[in-house]
């Protein structure tokens, strides 16, 4: 079982940065994956970014280059570092987790969001 809280979310103007942040807790064995998700409105949820425990990482094309994501091993925590900031960033921002509990069961978890709005 995983808990995931983040915090960071705010308004930005465009151009700007703002950094998430996710703490994991709760009673697991690992987490192999971490990552965030976003869901703008009237819009599917998207798949940001992930990071592995080993430190692969992936993006989605629209943030590439601008977004930056860091996770901390033995604290649980992921970070979210995201420059150049676009009115189109604006959502709400999950954090996620790929975990796999003492007793054997894989899941995956979501926090409860964090909002991010770009605007003048």
Do not use: H
């Not at 983040?6 to 103007?13: A, D, I, K, R, T």
């Not at 599917?44 to 091993?73: A, W």
């Amino acid at each position: 079982q995983v808990q995931l809280v983040e915090s960071g979310g705010g308004l930005v103007q465009p151009g700007g940065s703002l950094r998430l942040s996710c703490a994991a807790s709760g009673n697991f064995r690992s987490i192999y994956t971490m990552g965030w998700y976003r869901q703008a409105p009237g819009k599917q949820r998207e798949l940001v970014t992930t990071i592995t425990s080993g430190g692969r990482t992936n993006y989605v094309d629209s943030v590439k280059g601008r977004f930056t994501i860091s996770r901390d091993n033995a604290k649980n925590t992921v970070d979210l570092q995201m420059n150049s900031l676009k009115p189109e960033d604006t959502a709400v921002y999950y954090c996620y987790a790929l975990s796999q509990g003492w007793s054997g069961p894989v899941a995956n978890y979501w926090g409860q969001g964090t909002q991010v709005t770009v605007s003048s």
